[in-house]
C-alpha cells in the first residue's frame, strides 16, 4: 500500500529533508518516492516542481490553558489514549519541556519566549503578553513540522529562567502545541487541525491554586489571592479570547448540587463542542441535537452525595453552533462510569468500555472522578478519531492528484 | 596503614560526588547521615565538604521564597506594571516546584531498577 501526499514547491532553493524511511505500523518499509516534473507556463522561465514524499503530514493539536489548570495531566491522558507513555527526549537537556512518544510529539509553547524571566522583570511585562514571545518563529517552526521537516526549538528553562541551546525536534505523526498562546497568532491558529481550550472559573482556578501552593513554604492565602489577581488583566486581555477560536472548549465550574460549597472538589464540567469542525462529530446523549437533562442515579444505579446531574443540548457560542455535554458531580464507583459510557454516544470508542478502562488506567490523576477526567478521556479518543480520518484521507487522494 | 588505605578508597568517591559547587547552597542534614557511615578510621574526612544536592524542590523552593518576598515588597497594587512581573515569576515557580514534587512522587527506586533489572529476585513476577 503505497502512502503518498503531494506537495509542491515554489522556488528552487528552498529546503526539503527527506528522513529514513520507518517502518509502518504494518511492518513494510516506506519508500519515499521523489517525482520531478516541470511545467512551463506560457512566458517562460518559471518553473513549478511537485515531489511527493510519504508520510509527511502532521497532525497538528493546539491546547490553550493558563498556568496551573491541567493542561499536564490533559497531555498525559492524550498521549495514553495513543499507547506508550510520553518522555523527555533522551540523552537532551535534562530542562527540556518536550515530550516525546511513538505517535506524538508534545511542544511547549514557552520555549518560543523572546524574553527570558530577567528580560521580562526589566519591561515589566508577564509571560502571557504577547510581547514577550516570538510568534514569527512559532509559526515558522510549527509549519516546517507540519510539512515533515525537522527543526532546531529553543528552549525556555523553567528552573533557570533563560532560553537554553536549542534542540532538534523531529516532525512527528501528531504534534501538540500546549501553552498559552496556541491559537493567539491567526497564522499559528490556522495551522491546527484541532484546537483545545481549558477554561476554569475564578472559583476553581483560586481552589486549584491553593491545593498546589500551600505545600509550598513561602505560599499563604494572601500570596495566592494577590498572584492570580495579578494576572487577571493580561489573562482576559490575551489568553481568554482564544476561547471562541477553540473547536472544543472544556469550562470547569463549581458545582450546583451543593449549595455554598467552596472547596472546590465536586465540579460542574461542560463539554463545548463546534459544530462543522472537519473530521469531528460532537459527543451526545440519546438523541443528537435534543436537549436532555438526565440523572443517571435512580432504580438501576445507586450514588453515593451529591450524585451526578448530566446535560445535552445545542447552543451558541461567541455566534457559533455548539452542542453542549455538561456533567456536575463525581463518579465513587466504577459501574457508575460503565453506566454512564454505555448511555453516550458518538464516543469515537473502539470497543465498549474503553472509555472507563482509560479513566481507570489514570485513577490516580487528579479529576479522575468527575467530569475533567472524562471529557479529557473523551477528546483525546476524538483527536485519534481525528487522526485516522486525516490520514485515510490522505490515502485516498493522492494518484488523482499526481494525474493533474 | 590501614587509615591510609581507607582514605585512598574514599577519596575517589568524594571527588565524583563533587558537582558544581556554585549551584549547590548549603549542607544539610543529609551530609551528616554520610559521616554517620565513615569508618572509624576516617574520622579525619568528617573536616572535608561534600556537595550533596538534595532533591530539586529544595533549590526550587528558595526560590519561591524569594520570588514571594520580592513581589510582596513591590509597593503599589498587585496589577500594576512592576508588580506583575515579580508575581508572574512566583506563579511560574511554583508551577516547576509542583511539577518537580509529582516528578518525586513517581520516583520509586524499586520500580526504576526493576525497569532494566527484570531476572533479579527482587524484581520477579509470578502471575500465572
Redesign the interface.
Known sequence: MAVSTVCTTQSLNSTCSISTPEKTHLGFHQNQVVFYRRTSKRGGGSCVITCSVGDSQTVVIGLAADSGCGKSTFMRRLTSVFGGAAEPPKGGNPDSNTLISDMTTVICLDDYHSLDRTGRKEKGVTALDPRANDFDLMYEQVKALKSGIAVDKPIYNHVTGLLDPPELIKPPKILVIEGLHPMFDERVRDLLDFSIYLDISNEVKFAWKIQRDMAERGHSLESIKASIESRKPDFDAYIDPQKQYADAVIEVLPTELIPDDNEGKVLRVRLIMKEGVRHFSPVYLFDEGSTISWIPCGRKLTCSYPGIKFHYGPDTYFGKEVSILEMDGQFDRLDELIYVESHLSKLSTKFYGEVTQQMLKHADFPGSNNGTGLFQTIVGLKIRDLYEQITSSKTAAPLEATKA | MATLFSFNLLTPRIAANLPDSTKVPYLNQKNQSWKRITPLGCRRMQGIKTHWTGP?SDS??EK??QG??E??ECSGD??S????????????L??????A?DRMKDNDPLENYCKDNLETDECKTYDN
Open positions: 530539586a526550587i523552593s519561591v521564597v514571594i518576598k513581589a510582596e498587585p496589577a506594571g512592576d508588580c506583575v512581573a515579580a508575581w508572574d515569576e512566583v506563579e511560574e511554583s508551577a516547576v516546584a509542583s511539577h514534587r
